[in-house]
């Protein structure tokens, strides 16, 4: 069985930083590229970043990048976002991806 299971959101002031992480457990970590997406209150879900198996090419939306970097831990089954000096629009549920797999997703509410 298939899980992915984020964590790290929270609240956060503008300027700020969070690292979330997204461990993941049923299938073979190290072969699949990874990816969080998020979503806003009212706002379809959008792609943030990306992570190739081997950590050797990452993508980022243009939103996002300079800010945001993408890494994992194969070793821990675990994909990590790590955002800095975020903004009131980066509010949203951030959720890990692989294929047609979903984590269930973390808050994170940048406000003053």
């Known amino acids: 069985q298939v899980q992915l299971m984020e964590s790290g959101g929270g609240l956060v002031q503008p300027g700020g930083s969070l690292r979330l992480s997204c461990v993941a457990s049923?299938?073979?970590?190290?072969?699949?590229?990874m990816n969080w997406y998020r979503q806003a209150p009212g706002k379809a879900r959008e792609y943030v970043a990306g992570?190739?198996?081997?950590?050797?090419?990452?993508n980022f939306a243009a939103s996002v990048e300079g800010r945001f970097t993408i890494s994992r831990d194969n070793t821990k089954n675990t994909v990590y976002l790590q955002m800095n000096n975020l903004n009131v629009e980066d509010t949203a549920v951030y959720y890990c991806?692989?294929?047609?797999?979903w984590g269930q997703g973390t808050q994170v509410t940048v406000s003053s």
């Open positions: 992570i190739s198996p081997r950590s050797t090419e990452t």
């Open positions: 049923g299938f073979t970590f190290s072969n699949y590229g």
């Open positions: 991806n692989t294929r047609t797999w």
